[in-house]
């Protein structure tokens, strides 16, 4: 069952000293450093649990989570506390289904410079607008996200869940894909959409082999340019440009020039 925001008082209590933990790479200060990921730890403390958040810093810095395993709607982990028995871990939020993600990837597509970002590995700066336009959001609201610790404390979120998340938060810094996944959608299926789009439309890729016979002809005849003569022969070379300067074609507007300058030579 999940905790509930009451609290029992407990002794102060020592954690085991754990080999191989997962540190927190953060000594001192905020441990998050990217705006999503400090979206992610503001957005828990609006939540009302701020105060009992910073319990958690002391288990992330010390490596007492022992391992994190992150899927679509699920963070499971165990946490190293003063008991032999590592604690059991739960983080839940609701993943969004495939019409829900479909309606995210096509707002995406609209905008390159969204999915440039997204392609280096940046969240862009709107992107809670456009989960806001399509009815959804990335991050958690209250009500929707369940916080799940087997040790004996009542307090929500307690030490080890709070260690937990300010290692997400750390995670989300190195790759804010891990946000995205959480909600439903790994990196590659992302990525692949954004490319191509979701519909179903686009036709497979036709392998080499089967264009070998064709892969080495040339596709269509190449006209050779004609000879400089002048500097008008070279306008007349130039590609159609759909440019017009006072409802005339660019290229009959810089002919006069061109003459002028054929003239001269």
Same mark, same amino acid.
């Given at each position: 069952?999940?905790?509930?925001?009451?609290?029992?008082?407990?002794?102060?209590?020592?954690?085991?000293?754990?080999?191989?933990?997962?540190?927190?790479?953060?000594?001192?200060?905020?441990?998050?450093?990217?705006?999503?990921?400090?979206?992610?730890?503001?957005?828990?403390?609006?939540?009302?649990?701020?105060?009992?958040?910073?319990?958690? =810093?002391?288990? *992330?810095? !010390? %490596?007492?989570?022992?391992?994190?395993? &992150?899927?679509?709607?699920?963070?499971?982990? $165990?946490?190293?506390?003063?008991?032999?028995?590592?604690?059991?871990?739960?983080?839940?939020?609701?993943?969004?289904?495939?019409?829900?993600?479909?309606?995210?990837?096509?707002?995406?597509?609209?905008?390159?410079?969204?999915?440039?970002?997204?392609?280096?590995?940046?969240?862009?700066?709107?992107?809670?607008?456009?989960?806001?336009?399509?009815?959804?959001?990335?991050?958690?609201?209250?009500?929707?996200?369940?916080?799940?610790?087997?040790?004996?404390?009542?307090?929500?979120?307690?030490?080890?869940?709070?260690?937990?998340?300010?290692?997400?938060?750390?995670?989300?810094?190195?790759?804010?894909? =891990?946000?995205? *996944?959480? !909600? %439903?959608?790994?990196?590659?299926?992302? &990525?692949?959409?954004?490319?191509?789009?979701? $519909?179903?439309?686009?036709?497979?890729?036709?392998?080499?082999?089967?264009?070998?016979?064709?892969?080495?002809?040339?596709?269509?005849?190449?006209?050779?340019?004609?000879?400089?003569?002048?500097?008008?022969?070279?306008?007349?070379?130039?590609?159609?440009?759909?440019?017009?300067?006072?409802?005339?074609?660019?290229?009959?507007?810089?002919?006069?020039?061109?003459?002028?300058?054929?003239?001269?030579?």
């Amino acid at each position: 069952m999940s905790k509930s925001f009451g609290s029992r008082f407990y002794p102060p209590s020592k954690p085991r000293t754990v080999d191989g933990g997962i540190r927190a790479k953060s000594k001192r200060g905020s441990m998050a450093q990217a705006w999503w990921s400090t979206r992610f730890i503001t957005v828990l403390e609006g939540m009302g649990m701020g105060t009992r958040l910073t319990r958690g =810093r002391n288990y *992330a810095r !010390r %490596g007492q989570v022992l391992d994190i395993d &992150l899927d679509a709607g699920l963070v499971n982990a $165990t946490v190293q506390g003063s008991r032999a028995r590592p604690y059991r871990v739960r983080i839940g939020l609701r993943a969004y289904g495939k019409a829900e993600w479909a309606s995210i990837e096509e707002r995406m597509n609209e905008d390159a410079w969204f999915v440039a970002q997204l392609l280096s590995g940046q969240m862009p700066a709107d992107i809670e607008k456009l989960f806001d336009d399509v009815g959804l959001t990335l991050f958690p609201i209250k009500g929707e996200l369940t916080l799940d610790c087997s040790c004996p404390d009542s307090a929500v979120p307690c030490k080890h869940v709070a260690a937990v998340v300010y290692l997400l938060a750390e995670q989300f810094d190195e790759d804010p894909f =891990r946000i995205l *996944a959480w !909600r %439903g959608r790994e990196r590659e299926d992302l &990525l692949e959409h954004l490319h191509t789009g979701s $519909t179903a439309e686009n036709s497979a890729p036709v392998p080499l082999t089967e264009l070998l016979d064709a892969f080495y002809f040339q596709p269509a005849q190449i006209v050779p340019p004609r000879p400089l003569g002048t500097a008008v022969s070279v306008l007349e070379q130039v590609p159609p440009i759909d440019v017009t300067v006072r409802k005339q074609p660019l290229a009959e507007v810089l002919r006069p020039a061109y003459e002028a300058l054929a003239e001269d030579g």
